[in-house]
């Protein structure tokens, strides 16, 4: 590769491989048939949504037509405590979530108790993120 300097020459440009920044590691995704419940601060309740794969750094669901990249959310699935996420991608109906904090996938794949009750983020940076008195 060549560069141009101020005075107009060519001084040859060699790229150290060592410089590249490294790649990131993307955890193993596990296809699955689950259920998330998905609560944004713009909308009351949670939305429903079918997960086609998830791994411990994520999930992955589906009709996720009105979600947009950069957006926080909370993610309940099988028996973890709810947990923040942001959505990273959307396209063709699917949506990336990347949890902010490591899940167990072996915990996400037990169902919850008939007897649990998921309610929105009531107090906390999640509950105030749109509230117009937040300093």
Same mark, same amino acid.
């Given at each position: 590769? @060549?560069?141009?300097?101020? #005075?107009?020459?060519?001084? &040859?440009?060699?790229? @150290? &491989?060592? @410089?590249? &920044? &490294?790649? =990131? %590691?993307? %955890?193993?995704?596990?296809?699955?048939?689950? /259920?998330?419940?998905?609560?944004?601060? @713009?909308?009351?309740? +949670? #939305?429903?949504?079918? !997960?086609? /794969?998830?791994?411990?750094?994520?999930?992955?669901?589906?009709?996720?037509?009105?979600?947009?990249?950069?957006?926080? !959310?909370?993610? +309940?699935? *099988? #028996?973890?405590?709810?947990? +923040?996420?942001?959505?990273?991608?959307?396209?063709?109906?699917? %949506? *990336? =979530?990347?949890?902010?904090?490591?899940?167990? !996938? +072996?915990? %996400?794949?037990?169902?919850?108790?008939?007897?649990?009750? =998921?309610?929105?983020?009531?107090?906390?940076? =999640?509950?105030?993120? /749109?509230?117009?008195?937040?300093?």
């Amino acid at each position: 590769m @060549d560069i141009r300097t101020d #005075s107009g020459h060519f001084h &040859p440009m060699t790229i @150290d &491989p060592s @410089d590249k &920044p &490294p790649s =990131l %590691a993307r %955890a193993t995704r596990t296809s699955v048939m689950l /259920n998330a419940d998905v609560f944004r601060v @713009d909308r009351d309740g +949670a #939305s429903q949504h079918r !997960v086609t /794969n998830i791994s411990e750094s994520g999930l992955c669901i589906a009709q996720a037509g009105d979600f947009a990249a950069g957006t926080v !959310v909370v993610v +309940a699935v *099988g #028996s973890i405590a709810p947990t +923040a996420a942001n959505v990273v991608w959307v396209r063709s109906g699917l %949506a *990336g =979530l990347a949890f902010r904090t490591a899940i167990d !996938v +072996a915990v %996400a794949r037990r169902r919850r108790a008939a007897s649990d009750t =998921l309610r929105p983020p009531a107090a906390g940076w =999640l509950a105030e993120l /749109n509230s117009p008195y937040k300093s």
